[in-house]
């Protein structure tokens, strides 16, 4: 089993920068696709980013691409989003969630394991 618990959400204005992080335990989560979920009130999950296991490999929704980068570090077991230059429409709890295979779904029913979530609010 893989816990996932993510910190770093907070309020913050627009044009703001703020970093989350998701720390794995219970296994290594080395070799799997990591994403960044995020769902604001009324709406559905929505993906933001996903990373596969190496690094190498990122997609962004298009909504955040050039503001948002994903990253990890497999030896802490840990996966971030960077998050510059938010805007109110970011506000949002955000979700990390793991996946053992390679491919990098944008799909939430595609990941096995979730965090409890982080709200990130942005006021304008």
């Known amino acids: 089993q893989v816990q996932l618990v993510e910190s770093g959400g907070g309020l913050v204005q627009a044009g703001d920068s703020l970093r989350l992080s998701c720390a794995a335990s219970?296994?290594?989560?080395?070799?799997?696709?990591m994403a960044w979920f995020r769902q604001a009130p009324g709406k559905e999950r929505e993906f933001v980013t996903s990373?596969?296991?190496?690094?190498?490999?990122?997609l962004y929704a298009d909504s955040v691409k050039g503001r948002f980068t994903i990253s990890r570090d497999n030896a802490k077991n840990t996966v971030y989003l960077q998050m510059n230059s938010l805007k109110p429409e970011d506000t949002a709890v955000y979700y990390c969630?793991?996946?053992?295979?390679?491919?990098?779904?944008?799909?939430?029913?595609?990941?096995?394991?979730w965090g409890q979530g982080t709200q990130v609010t942005v006021s304008s």
């Open positions: 969630a793991a996946q053992g295979g390679s491919y990098l779904y944008t799909t939430p029913t595609k990941y096995d394991y």
């Open positions: 990373i596969n296991w190496s690094g190498h490999n990122r």
């Open positions: 219970g296994r290594s989560v080395s070799s799997y696709a």
